[in-house]
């Protein structure tokens, strides 16, 4: 049985920064690999990074690159999403998720989701 667990957001004014956390409990085959997703209102869910504990960051989308970071507690089996300089563009739901394919080069199918953390942005 898979579980993650998402926390860290929070509203925030723009030009800050916020860490979001995703503590991931179950089989290692599927925990080893996780994705952030984002759902702003009224929009479709995307990817957004995703992290291989053996190697680190896999992918960070072109809309995000530069601004957010990949890093992972193996103690904790805790991957992080350090947002910086905020904008109201990254108003949304973040989720994380487990056991995600790839459709057109972008992660998607996952089979394990989090109850996601909202980061607003004014």
């Known amino acids: 049985h898979v579980q993650l667990v998402e926390s860290g957001g929070g509203s925030v004014q723009a030009g800050g920064s916020l860490r979001l956390s995703c503590a991931a409990s179950?089989?290692?085959?599927?925990?080893?690999?996780i994705t952030w997703f984002r759902q702003a209102p009224g929009k479709e869910r995307v990817g957004v990074a995703a992290?291989?504990?053996?190697?680190?960051?896999?992918y960070i989308a072109s809309s995000v690159a530069g601004r957010f970071t990949l890093s992972w507690d193996n103690e904790k089996n805790t991957v992080y999403l350090q947002i910086n300089r905020l904008g109201p563009e990254d108003t949304a739901m973040y989720y994380c998720?487990?056991?995600?394919?790839?459709?057109?080069?972008?992660?998607?199918?996952?089979?394990?989701w989090g109850q996601g953390t909202q980061v607003t942005v004014s």
């Open positions: 179950g089989a290692a085959d599927s925990t080893n690999a």
């Open positions: 992290f291989y504990t053996p190697l680190g960051p896999t």
């Open positions: 998720a487990a056991d995600c394919g790839l459709r057109d080069g972008r992660p998607a199918d996952c089979g394990y």
